[in-house]
């Protein structure tokens, strides 16, 4: 593609203190530490205080990342926040973030695409660097699902967690450069994984409340056949796209441990170049794939991967699906 080279500059993450355990979860729902861990690879989760919202967990990613750039706020050009939890309908949660850290020169927007987020935020700031607009973007995913569960669907809350993930992309970097990246939706599937109300479709009400559909609805079998699929795929795409590079690592949206390692077998793929945490943090969304790749980055092992490539690879409710590839 076209334009300037852009790469990354600098990364942060920030989980809350609150750890949830499957345990815990056996006292709120008809479960077991051993049913979630098999079939879901997750042992705990992270759950934000009572005075929390989302736009915190995305300040403390975000302060971290300029620190990790050893940069200033007001060096930054756009802030993009990529959350499906913002602090309000509106304004936008980036108009917070930009406020709190007095990133007084920035432009700034929210972008919605679920678990595919945070690559759709990383792929726009790329083509505003690309295309000479911006010098710096801060791209954010953050999401406090706490909120947003159903504590009475033992299927679905048992799943995911709070976080926040930050990463700069800059024309001025020396890791990172973002070499290509992909962007897809399919709303025939709109109502795989949705909030049936809140919104102009059907506002809140008596109603709404009591049957509490101001909580996420998932259809499991329907996502886990999507994700499997869409990851391979995505992951080939990359690897042709890129036939210069060498694997170094890939880094999945921490959907589920199963469908990572179905995705994985299928490809035959080496599982010490797939990067998972979910077993700390649960699912968290958009702010999944920037948490795990800040522990890696900060974790020293890519340190031997200078030349090699990384994956990003994302899929969510919308339907939505998406991947990133780097040459470190």
């Avoid at 620190?67 to 936008?92: C, Q, R, S, W, Y």
């Avoid at 909120?147 to 033992?154: A, K």
């Amino acid at each position: 593609m076209g334009g300037r080279p852009a790469g990354i500059r600098g990364t942060g993450s920030y989980v809350p203190e609150k750890v949830l355990t499957n345990r815990d979860f056996e006292a709120l729902v008809d479960t077991s530490d051993e049913w979630i861990v098999t079939r879901t690879g997750i042992k705990e989760r992270r759950m934000l205080a009572p005075h929390q919202a989302t736009s915190d967990l995305a300040l403390e990613a975000a302060r971290r990342a300029l620190a990790d750039a050893k940069m200033e706020p007001d060096e930054i050009d756009l802030v993009i926040v990529g959350t499906v939890t913002g602090d309000n309908l509106f304004p936008a949660t980036a108009c917070i973030v930009q406020r709190e850290l007095g990133c007084t020169k920035a432009a700034g927007f929210d972008l919605s695409a679920a678990c595919s987020g945070f690559l759709n935020v990383m792929v726009t700031g790329w083509q505003f660097v690309q295309s000479g607009m911006y010098d710096n973007v801060l791209c954010i995913g953050a999401e406090s699902l706490t909120r947003i569960v159903d504590y009475e669907d033992r299927s679905s809350c048992i799943l995911f967690g709070d976080g926040g993930g930050a990463a700069i992309v800059s024309s001025k970097f020396e890791r990172g450069e973002i070499r290509s990246g992909y962007l897809r939706i399919d709303g025939s599937g709109y109502d795989v994984m949705h909030i049936p109300a809140g919104g102009t479709r059907a506002p809140t009400s008596r109603d709404s409340l009591e049957g509490r559909k101001h909580y996420m609805r998932i259809r499991g079998r329907e996502v886990y056949k999507f994700a499997v699929t869409r990851m391979v795929e995505l992951i080939q795409r990359e690897q042709e796209q890129n036939p210069d590079l060498e694997l170094g690592w890939v880094v999945p949206h921490q959907v589920n441990l199963r469908i990572i390692e179905s995705a994985r077998e299928r490809l035959g793929i080496d599982a010490a170049k797939i990067f998972t945490n979910i077993e700390k943090y649960g699912n968290t969304s958009a702010a999944s794939i920037p948490i795990a790749f800040d522990e890696l980055a900060r974790s020293g092992r890519l340190d031997a991967c200078k030349g090699k490539q990384i994956i990003f690879c994302a899929f969510g409710a919308g339907l939505t699906w998406a991947s990133v590839s780097l040459k470190w």
